[in-house]
């Protein structure tokens, strides 16, 4: 013991600052533990005086350390953006979380909340704590440290020495002890440590944790939008073998604060049998300190630039960096000395004449080593002067050799590297399957920098407990069929963020095509994700919530934002304030294809109504990422049903068919009532869909109901066909009393005609024949026109008392010329009453 305070009072010697300060309070330590243990009075009185001198020496390094520090420490942003009265409730009501509350931190605890209670009495958490299956075959009840062996015997329970070797056994929070593992070297400083703000209570003169006389401990942790406060007591789960089921310090077993700091946040997570997340998230509730996701797998990855902002900021310590493998077969788990889908601490980074290295730890207990199988590097680490050298699980791994063999890098960090904090918080209710890939119901915010300095926007999903009941049930068939962990998170879905270039700027878009894309998040699986952009100075620009397959109805966000200079920052209003949604399907019936089938006009069709003339915005979703859709707007008598549709007739449309969504913007559109039909790219492709338009006046947008609904269909025998120099066909049409009725005609698709252009024709429904026969109604106005996209007549009332006295009532398909084709012509009559219909003769006269 007395060797080990040599080596640290020789560091001591070499090192300076909180580094020198630390090395300090771990010889005074060790010398004081080695008097302890003294055989003889002379020795003990040595090393007591030798323990002695060494904490003077302590003493003055916390003094300069602390003077330093003062006047070099920046101070850590915060949002002082006064909330709105919805955003004070969307705070409170995420303070409620697996039947616990965690209200939002208001100040430090009073000292009297650590004192004993009367008799003695212990704080005793009434809050359950879960436990796993496995954990539960040895568990041994909750003990307090005097009560567990391996805490009450020698070494003390809250040190904050160099040398804390964390390790994970039983518990299945490899991310969360990682994190921990990690972030040591930020608890254990003697200034500019994270505890003294984080744990309550604390010992502000020794720098380290306080053991509370109650066993009552107080965290202050970052989550749901707030700081907030974690009470818990010290009884930990106790084992009834060698194995433990809280996270322990192998160097000193009877250090207890890291465990209590693990407690704390399992209570916020759902209890020890919490299913898993990743460090970043755990770090970012732990420290409060920014969680960046990095995807080492990218294509998009730039190297050199990742290791250059990363290695400066750990330098500066600025930075806590953990990294996380992905899913790997058994066999490439033992030839790697890799876990999959698991967390590692980085310990060090450093740089030597041929590599960038990372030191890495597994936070399991004698677990797999990377053996260094498949290693690009040569690595020779001089491993003598590290603090780190005598810790297991720990390996040098080169930069390059990280981004073959780990999936994602997460890097937390500092907030103090910023000078500007500005948060929002929001509630979505999650829209229908048919919005999901448009933003017409997405979070959309107004950013606005004067200088254009750059702006890092984190979003965090509130977590809340429906998201533990769907975690725990995914693991649990992911460990029956032996699945993958990633597979469990992913049941959470995916979130983004973007930011786009908006006419106005700073408006609202109703999805990606058609608006320039400045920056694309990747969708991540986390609950955390983070945007790092150069804004455009003087000029907003507006960023969008995206999500894919989030399981739950509604969710609440925070939106945080960093800077070195003040952002404007508002919720992003629509260029055009007024709007109308409607929802519906493409069906059997109704999925008529695109303009080139006879079917189109069997598409879904809307009657839209303005007031005054406007520009006009059309936002098309569907429930089906691949089905090719379009939007049309065509003129229409009083937003009738379209029959027959004309290039003249289409005032606006989208482009053609685009996959999943598309968007139709038209500059000018006079007052009055038109007809929009939305149609897949084939007949008989179907799925739901939403339609959005949006206007500068008010917006009126109904269903106009297919032929069919509440009308008689009575479709004529057998199709139309000329023979050659026929040019009219008819048919005699009866009816027994006074009937509405309207015509319908398209080429018979099942009939020849593929090799030449289809005839031009119109169809009439006359009263009478001969010279003096009269039209009552016709197709087109009466011109010709290619049936294959279908022909309509107006409706009429057919009066069976004027058919029988004036020559009868006719349904007359003509022809331009002589027949080309053999392709027919069906026609059908819809109509509010029977109708009868004859066999087709020449009408020619």
């Not at 429906?466 to 693991?475: F, P, V």
């Not at 649990?476 to 963020?497: I, N, P, T």
């Not at 095509?513 to 455009?536: F, I, K, M, W």
Request: net charge negative; charged share 20%.
């Amino acid at each position: 013991m007395e060797a080990r305070a040599l080596e640290h009072e020789r560091r001591l010697a070499r090192s300076q600052g909180a580094e020198a300060l630390q090395h300090a309070i771990a010889a005074a330590d060790l010398y004081m533990q080695a008097a302890q243990r003294a055989t003889t009075t002379a020795e003990r009185v040595r090393l007591t005086r030798k323990c002695s001198e060494i904490l003077a020496l302590g003493e003055r390094l916390k003094a300069n350390a602390k003077a330093a520090a003062a006047a070099s420490r920046p101070p850590v942003p915060e949002s002082t953006r006064p909330l709105t009265t919805s955003e004070k409730t969307i705070i409170l009501r995420a303070s409620r979380l697996h039947g616990n509350v965690f209200p939002p931190w208001d100040s430090a605890p009073d000292p009297a909340a650590f004192d004993a209670g009367p008799n003695g009495a212990a704080y005793v958490d009434p809050s359950p704590f879960s436990l796993s299956v496995e954990q539960q075959a040895i568990f041994a009840g909750w003990q307090r440290p005097a009560e567990i062996p391996s805490i009450s015997e020698g070494g003390d329970p809250m040190a904050t020495a160099a040398e804390i070797d964390l390790a994970q056994d039983l518990a299945t929070d490899c991310s969360v002890v990682a994190s921990l593992c990690a972030a040591v070297r930020h608890f254990r400083r003697t200034e500019g440590s994270l505890l003294p703000s984080l744990m309550h209570p604390f010992d502000h003169e020794t720098i380290r944790p306080a053991v509370s006389k109650n066993g009552k401990y107080v965290f202050r942790m970052y989550f749901n939008g707030s700081w907030r406060r974690v009470v818990i007591d010290d009884r930990l789960p106790a084992s009834s073998t060698d194995r433990t089921l809280y996270v322990v310090d192998r160097r000193n077993p009877r250090l207890i604060w890291p465990a209590l700091i693990e407690k704390a946040y399992l209570k916020i997570r759902g209890g020890y049998d919490f299913p898993g997340s990743n460090s970043g998230t755990d770090l970012y509730a732990l420290t409060g300190w920014v969680p960046e996701q990095i995807f080492l797998q990218s294509d998009d990855i730039e190297l050199d630039e990742t290791w250059e902002r990363i290695e400066k900021a750990y330098n500066e310590g600025n930075a806590i960096v953990t990294l996380g493998t992905g899913n790997m077969s058994p066999e490439e788990e033992e030839a790697l000395g890799l876990v999959r889908e698991h967390d590692y601490a980085v310990l060090d980074l450093k740089r030597d004449a041929h590599n960038r290295l990372f030191l890495i730890k597994n936070p399991w207990c004698d677990s797999l080593v990377w053996t260094g199988v498949g290693s690009s590097a040569s690595l020779n680490v001089d491993t003598t002067a590290s603090p780190y050298q005598d810790m297991t699980n720990m390996f040098w791994m080169s930069f390059e050799d990280v981004l073959q063999h780990f999936d994602s890098l997460y890097v937390n960090w500092n907030p103090a590297i910023f000078t500007h904090r500005q948060d929002h918080h929001f509630t979505w209710e999650i829209p229908d399957k048919t919005e999901e890939l448009i933003f017409t119901h997405n979070p959309q915010y107004s950013v606005l920098s004067v200088s254009g300095s750059t702006v890092w926007v984190l979003l965090s999903r509130h977590w809340q407990d429906g998201e533990l009941g769907i975690l725990r049930e995914r693991k649990a068939e992911r460990d029956h069929h032996d699945g993958s962990l990633a597979s469990v998170s992913k049941q959470l879905g995916f979130m983004a963020l973007s930011l786009f270039a908006s006419t106005p700027p700073g408006t609202r878009i109703p999805l990606t095509e058609g608006h320039r894309c400045l920056h694309q998040g990747p969708y991540v699986d986390s609950p955390n994700t983070l945007l790092r952009y150069e804004p455009a100075p003087n000029k907003a620009q507006t960023l969008v919530v995206s999500q894919s397959e989030l399981p739950l109805p509604k969710y609440s966000f925070t939106l945080s934002f960093f800077s070195n200079e003040p952002l404007v920052v508002s919720p992003a209003a629509d260029a055009l304030p007024h709007n109308a949604t409607v929802h519906g399907a493409w069906t059997r019936r109704t999925a008529g294809g695109s303009a080139a089938y006879a079917s189109y006009l069997s598409n879904p069709q809307f009657a839209l109504t303005l007031s005054s003339a406007t520009r006009l915005t059309l936002v098309l979703g569907t429930d089906t990422p691949d089905l090719p859709v379009h939007v049309a707007v065509l003129y229409s008598s009083g937003g009738q049903r379209v029959t027959t549709v004309a290039g003249r007739d289409i005032l606006g449309a989208s482009t053609e068919y685009q996959r999943g969504r598309t968007f139709a913007s038209i500059a000018h559109v006079d007052p009055g009532t038109y007809t929009v039909v939305v149609s897949t790219f084939e007949p008989g492709q179907t799925g739901r869909f939403s339609l959005r338009i949006n206007a500068a006046v008010p917006v009126e947008l109904k269903h106009i109901y297919a032929d069919a609904a509440g009308r008689l269909r009575t479709p004529m025998p057998a199709p139309a066909l000329f023979s050659d120099g026929e040019e009219r066909l008819r048919s005699r049409i009866g009816v027994g009393r006074l009937t509405r009725a309207s015509i319908l005609a398209q080429l018979d698709p099942n009939r020849g005609g593929s090799n030449t252009a289809n005839p031009a024709i119109k169809v009439a429904l006359e009263l009478g024949t001969g010279p003096h026969r009269t039209t009552l109604a016709v197709t087109g106005e009466g011109e010709f026109a290619d049936a294959s996209r279908g022909l309509r007549t107006e409706e009429i009332d057919l009066d069976p008392e004027v058919a029988r006295s004036q020559g009868g009532l006719w349904v007359v398909v003509e022809q331009i010329g002589s027949l080309r084709t053999r392709q027919g012509v069906q026609v059908e009559v819809l109509s509010d009453g029977v109708v009868r219909l004859g066999a087709w003769e020449n009408a020619d006269d």
